[in-house]
């Protein structure tokens, strides 16, 4: 299944100006979540917004909440299942075939 993760801190928990803090959320999510046999597809980031956006491809959604240990405290995270919109559109375009 492929999931868009929507994390959202705020500037009490950023970890930005503090490098030792930065490396061991942010900086070490993506790692996790690859340790983890999370596929990552893309991730992105809106520093002034405190927004995080990441989707990622897995079976295991315990891995995947495993994988986001690093960054679980310092925030809150929407996880939340997608499809490809193509195939949703096609499927009910053709939904015999």
């Known amino acids: 299944m492929i999931f868009h993760i929507q994390h ?3 500037e009490s928990t950023c970890p930005f100006d503090t490098p030792e ?3 061991s959320t942010f900086g070490a999510v993506l790692p996790s979540l690859e340790a ?3 596929n990552v597809l893309g991730a992105w980031v809106d520093p002034p917004g405190h927004q995080f956006f990441f989707v990622v491809e897995t079976d295991d959604y315990a891995a995947l909440v495993d994988g986001l240990a690093p960054i679980v405290s310092s925030g809150s995270a929407t ?3 997608v499809r490809d ?3 949703a559109v096609a499927t009910r375009m053709n939904p015999d075939s």
């Open 79 to 81: 996880v939340r299942p």
């Open 8 to 10: 959202s801190h705020d």
């Open 36 to 38: 983890h046999d999370v």
């Open 21 to 23: 803090a930065l490396g």
């Open 85 to 87: 919109m193509q195939a």
